[in-house]
Structures are given as structure tokens and as C-alpha cells.
């Protein structure tokens, strides 16, 4: 069966994930992960594209951005990957890919679902007192108020929280003490992997009067006999 084109809309905002061959580590010091985040910063800049959440995990990154071009992630991620996979080689005498095929993404309605994304990218976890430990190799200091990333486009989502960074960083606190249900993160996890848009059906609509491709997988099942009387 012959693959689905990967979504990319333009001015929508997407969830990426891109994981290491056999799962191995894409990320062995932080050497390679300052590298890998200035790599990323220029590539995003030189293809257009919005960075609003990142995380970088041993042997997986995710990241939340929107792209200006229907080619814009492609080329990003092409970029990307061709110049720390080099370098990463380089460095610590590796051969061979480093990632686990092609990039997966998927894009998500902002209004439902954005909040949501940043929270399953970023994985804040909570301290023995009940304060929020971001990730250190991640944007979640940089919404919780604890340093400004330039990396980081905020989302109009994100600054709808409220008028001051004070007040958007004050309620993004408050929403991320509340963890994701595992059904929220089974919907996430499964929309990035499988390529579907994690959205209504009235966006679903209207992404289909944009892109000239099935947004839902086909019922199971072979299709039912009509009888003839």
C-alpha cells in the first residue's frame, strides 16, 4: 500500500517527533545538544518556520512549530538532520544513520489541542514540594518564566493565557500541575505516529478543502454488499 504524503499546511501548527536508529542515543553530552539547538535555530530561520515548544530527549526529539510553506517542515528537518547527523558522526566515530527513517508529523487545531501539545512535548514534572521541573534540555523554562529562549516563537495560544508574561506563565503553571490523561496522550502520541490531524471535524473540514489527501484512516473491513431485490 503506498504511503500517505506527510501533512504540511502552511500558517497550522504541527507536532514533529524524529527518533534515533534501533532507538539508540541521538544525544550524548551537552555538546551535542547546544549544537544540535543552534542548528536548529538557523534552520528554522533560513525555512521559515515558527519553533513554539521543543524537547530534547536522550534518543527522540519533539518539537511544536508552524511552518510558512508547504515544504517548510521538509526542508527544516532535511537540513537539520544532514548537518548534526555529519557532525554527530564526527564526533564520536559513528557510521551509518543516525535517525530511525523519515521525521513523523502531524498538524493540530490550535483552539483544542495546542495547549495539550506543548505540555505532552515538553513533560514538566513535579517536584516533592509541588513545583514544576522542566526538562532541562527543553522550552519549558522559557514558559514557566525561568529564562527567555530566543529559540521559542510563542503561539497565539500560549499568549492568550493572559495580557502580562506574568499571567501567561502564572496559568500555563497552573494547567501543567494537571497531568495529561493517558487518554490525551494516547490521542497525541497516535495522531504524531500515524500522521493523522488532531483536531474537530469542522477543522477536519476545513483542512480538506485545502490538501488533496485523506485526513482519517478507512473503516476496517471489507465494504458491505449491497443486495439487489
Not at 502580562?164 to 497516535?190: G, H, M, W
Request: one cysteine or more; charged letters at 20%; hydrophobic letters at 40%.
Amino acid at each position: 500500500m503506498a504511503r500517505l504524503t506527510r501533512l504540511c499546511v502552511p500558517g497550522w501548527p504541527h507536532l514533529l517527533m524524529q527518533v534515533g536508529h534501533n532507538r539508540q542515543p541521538v544525544f550524548r553530552d551537552d555538546v551535542d545538544r547546544n549544537l544540535f539547538l543552534g542548528l536548529l535555530q538557523a534552520a528554522a530561520a533560513a525555512h521559515g518556520v515558527a519553533i513554539h515548544a521543543y524537547a530534547l530527549l536522550d534518543n527522540e526529539i519533539r518539537l511544536l512549530g508552524t511552518p510558512s510553506a508547504a515544504d517548510s517542515l521538509s526542508r527544516m528537518m532535511q537540513t537539520l538532520g544532514r548537518r548534526y547527523g555529519s557532525s554527530f558522526n564526527r564526533r564520536h566515530g559513528h557510521a551509518g544513520s543516525l535517525w530511525e527513517g523519515r521525521f513523523r508529523a502531524t498538524v493540530i487545531e490550535p483552539e483544542h489541542h495546542l495547549l495539550s501539545c506543548m505540555r505532552y512535548v515538553e513533560e514538566l514534572s513535579t517536584n516533592t514540594d509541588g513545583g514544576l521541573r522542566p526538562a532541562v534540555w527543553s522550552s519549558g523554562a522559557h514558559h514557566l518564566g525561568q529564562r527567555v529562549d530566543p529559540l521559542v516563537s510563542d503561539h497565539l495560544q500560549y499568549w492568550s493565557l493572559g495580557n502580562t508574561p506574568f499571567e501567561r506563565e502564572a496559568a500555563y503553571r497552573k494547567l501543567s500541575q494537571q497531568a495529561l490523561t493517558s487518554t490525551e496522550v494516547a490521542a497525541i502520541s497516535d495522531a504524531v505516529k500515524k500522521g493523522w490531524p488532531l483536531g474537530t471535524a469542522d477543522f477536519l473540514a476545513e483542512l480538506g478543502s485545502q490538501i488533496p489527501r485523506r485526513l482519517a484512516p478507512l473503516p476496517r473491513g471489507r465494504p458491505r454488499k449491497h443486495v439487489v431485490t
